[in-house]
T-cell receptor
Framework: DQQVKQNSPSLSVQEGRISILNCDYTNSMFDYFLWYKKYPAEGPTFLISISSIKDKNEDGRFTVFLNKSAKHLSLHIVPSQPGDSAVYFC????????????FGGGTRLMVKP | DAGITQSPRYKITETGRQVTLMCHQTWSHSYMFWYRQDLGHGLRLIYY???????DKGEVSDGYVVSRSKTENFPLTLESATRSQTSVYFCASSEGEWSNTEAFFGQGTRLTVV
């Protein structure tokens, strides 16, 4: 049973518009959430994170929102750029269970010029 | 080179063979991990290690063995490779136990079992 789910396998947006990637989780013990970006033939790279004590974290064009009651988080990219085209993974961890990350299945974002 | 490196980048092996994937990090991170990436499954944890000589199973550990005699190295061995182990394997590392922090990933090893 997947504890972290990304229900949209792919998303296509126009350059300059907002990209919204969604992630749902089931384990209420998760206390830290991360987004990773992955280009083909490369390892995932860290993008942005949020602690469970916050509901929003912003870093430049990237903002992550956390809704604990709904067990839902989302990544907003504004404005989207063609270089943002990649696979985005949502991940969660519980520091009391080691630093293991549990990943979602990923969403492929395509930003069209 | 600084960072985390995996070798080989690509490997083709036959069913039943033993194969070892190497992982080396230069940050002295306590934690190291092995994940596999498969279509539709994202990244799934195979094994992790909290420190040298401490390892534990992840979600999909059957058929795999790890060791960690030195902090910087975390090799993954497939004892008798099967076609279902065809995948892309990623090694990762992160800092100490009580810090919520990101993991850093290697470039991956694409393994094909024929």
């Amino acid at each position: 049973d997947q504890q972290v789910k990304q229900n949209s396998p792919s998303l296509s947006v126009q350059e300059g518009r907002i990209s919204i990637l969604n992630c749902d989780y089931t384990n209420s013990m998760f206390d830290y959430f991360l987004w990773y970006k992955k280009y083909p033939a490369e390892g995932p790279t860290f993008l942005i994170s949020i602690s469970s004590i916050k509901d929003k974290n912003e870093d430049g064009r990237f903002t992550v929102f956390l809704n604990k009651s709904a067990k839902h988080l989302s990544l907003h990219i504004v404005p989207s750029q063609p270089g943002d085209s990649a696979v985005y993974f949502c991940a969660a961890s519980n520091k009391n269970a080691g630093n293991m990350l549990t990943f979602g299945g990923g969403t492929r974002l395509m930003v069209k010029p | 080179d600084a960072g985390i490196t995996q070798s080989p980048r690509y490997k083709i092996t036959e069913t039943g063979r033993q194969v070892t994937l190497m992982c080396h990090q230069t940050w002295s991170h306590s934690y190291m991990f092995w994940y596999r990436q498969d279509l539709g499954h994202g990244l799934r944890l195979i094994y992790y290690s909290a420190a040298a000589d401490i390892t534990d199973k992840g979600e999909v550990s059957d058929g795999y063995v790890v060791s960690r005699s030195k902090t910087e190295n975390f090799p993954l061995t497939l004892e008798s490779a099967t076609r279902s182990q065809t995948s892309v394997y990623f090694c990762a590392s992160s800092e100490g136990e009580w810090s919520n922090t990101e993991a850093f990933f290697g470039q991956g090893t694409r393994l094909t079992v024929v």
